[in-house]
């Protein structure tokens, strides 16, 4: 494969004839005959491979594709290899290094077809005396094929120049040559960018990006607006997605940003009016009760492969049934959450939400703590929750599950809170707070996640034997990773002790009182 890939924009009429031109006297060429070829380059829903710098293309060949991974506006080649059929996530490609490092870079996310191009292209090789080739030129005239749209839009014809391993000298005379009296250019704008913006997309205005800059003197009510509305965008960007059911990541970041809602909306009810906050609340409670279940089964088949190593060999293969079966349950209870997230109730509520939030004028029935600066109700809200978890942590014992359980709760609204605004604290104060408290998120987070797992492991097993037949060894197995779940569950309870005294000690509660306490 080529390490570098060169982009050049070309002058008005430029053709390939010219570029044979200005080798003819230097160095043999053969031309390929032009083709037609379909480009598609991919991208996840939030644009994780354009953020890190890189483009993903992937090209029609016969057989199958070639798969194209550079960085954006030329330069290094990540990978390039033919492959078979195209992926949707990264686990799906065969070769081991590109799985690996797409993997990295996706996260769970899936590909998705952001851009597709018909390209005219003409090659054009650079070849020495003994008929090998020192490097590849192609001259790309694309058009853009918009969504919907039966016309195409041409794009600026560009000139890529792959230079082989090997042959450094010549690729060196080649660009001088090429580039001499303004030729070609380097190009400005990777051809990438050039299509997104004929088609007016802009990648960088997707942003699940949730810090917020306050003015101290804000009033709480417009605050809390700007921060609920930009989870409700969330909620908007990812229903599409968490219904299509396709990639498990859309349903995380909804669900994600509903709970946060609902958290906020719990914890500052005295900003808002009563009658119109206990309606939405018990929306967002349906909302979350539809799609907790799939969410459940999105994580423990996304756990999967590290279950597996859990066990040993001889029961390993014997968890497969499991897996099978947490993907059935997964589909019927993705079938039975499409339909109330997809209803005219669901439509309703998100309409309501967003003339709520973006009224041009307040409710007449604000209550008092609505006007009031948003320093001093966030203050309030985040000295009172961490009073609550000193208070309710200090009698509690790392035996006690439905103890841990619940301060769990407590340290996640605290944790939640510190970060959304921790803008109006100064930042060398806050930091080594929310890092305080992280400790014991940690241990709380995994505790409560490793309590779930073992509790439904064993749910999954009874159910298995009423709905199929099934062998002893996979009961085994399941009951094996049970079992650790547990184990592992025993380890955090015996370390809570120390991460809550590192967070309730005396020192760091006068530095919460100093910093969150109403003066």
């Avoid at 034997?465 to 996979?474: A, E, K, L, Y």
């Avoid at 005294?501 to 509660?509: E, F, T």
Wanted: glycine share 4%; aromatic share 8%.
């Amino acid at each position: 494969m080529p390490e570098q890939l060169f982009i050049f924009d070309t002058p008005e009429n430029f053709s390939l004839n010219d570029l044979k031109k200005w080798f003819s006297e230097r160095r043999p060429v053969e031309e390929q005959p032009p083709t037609e070829i379909q480009r598609i380059y991919y991208d996840t829903f939030d644009w994780r491979l354009f953020n890190s710098g890189s483009v993903l293309e992937i090209s029609s060949q016969r057989p199958g594709y070639l798969l194209t991974w550079r960085e954006l506006g030329g330069g290094g080649v990540l990978e390039q290899l033919s492959i078979r059929r195209i992926p949707e996530f990264a686990h799906d490609l065969v070769a081991p290094g590109l799985r690996t490092r797409l993997e990295k870079a996706l996260g769970g996310r899936s590909l998705i077809p952001k851009l597709k191009l018909k390209s005219r292209t003409s090659e054009l090789r650079v070849i020495n005396n003994d008929r090998k080739t020192l490097m590849r030129f192609e001259l790309r005239q694309d058009r853009v094929v918009p969504p919907e749209s039966t016309k195409n839009l041409m794009l600026p014809a560009v000139v890529y120049l792959s230079p082989l391993r090997g042959f450094d000298d010549a690729y060196e005379k080649s660009v001088k040559l090429i580039t001499r009296k303004g030729r070609l250019k380097a190009a400005l704008q990777d051809p990438f960018l050039t299509a997104l913006n004929a088609l007016q997309v802009d990648p960088k205005s997707f942003s699940n990006n949730l810090e917020f800059e306050f003015n101290p003197k804000q009033t709480a009510y417009e605050a809390l607006c700007t921060v609920l509305n930009r989870h409700r965008c969330i909620m908007e960007q990812n229903i599409a997605g968490a219904c299509e059911g396709r990639d498990p990541e859309f349903l995380h970041d909804f669900l994600h940003a509903a709970r946060r809602s609902k958290c906020l909306l719990r914890h500052y009810h005295a900003v808002f009016p009563s009658h119109l906050i206990h309606l939405i609340r018990q929306d967002f409670e349906w909302v979350e009760e539809i799609t907790a279940p799939v969410r459940s089964l999105d994580i423990y088949l996304g756990l999967f492969d590290e279950f597996v190593t859990r066990v040993d060999a001889g029961h390993q293969t014997a968890l497969e049934p499991l897996k099978h079966f947490l993907q059935a349950e997964k589909q019927k209870e993705h079938e039975l959450m499409r339909v109330p997230l997809e209803s005219p109730r669901y439509r309703r509520t998100m309409e309501r939400w967003e003339k709520i939030l973006n009224a041009n004028s307040l409710p007449e029935d604000l209550p008092d703590d609505a006007t009031k600066p948003i320093l001093e109700i966030a203050s309030r809200g985040i000295y009172n929750l961490y009073q609550e978890l000193v208070e309710k942590g200090s009698g509690v014992s790392g035996d006690d599950p439905d103890a841990l359980l619940e301060l769990q709760i407590i340290e996640k609204r605290l944790g939640y809170q510190m970060e959304t605004f921790r803008s109006l604290y100064p930042k060398d104060q806050i930091t080594p707070l929310i890092a305080a408290l992280r400790q014991l998120q940690n241990n709380l987070n995994s505790f409560q996640n490793l309590h779930l797992q073992h509790g439904s492991l064993l749910d999954y097993s009874r159910k298995m034997q009423q709905q199929m037949r099934t062998m002893p060894v996979w009961l085994e197995a399941i009951a094996l990773l049970a079992a650790d779940r547990e184990k592992e569950e025993h380890k955090r309870q015996a370390d809570f002790a120390r991460r809550y005294d590192q967070l309730a000690c005396r020192k760091m509660q006068k530095k919460f009182q100093k910093l969150f306490s109403p003066q």
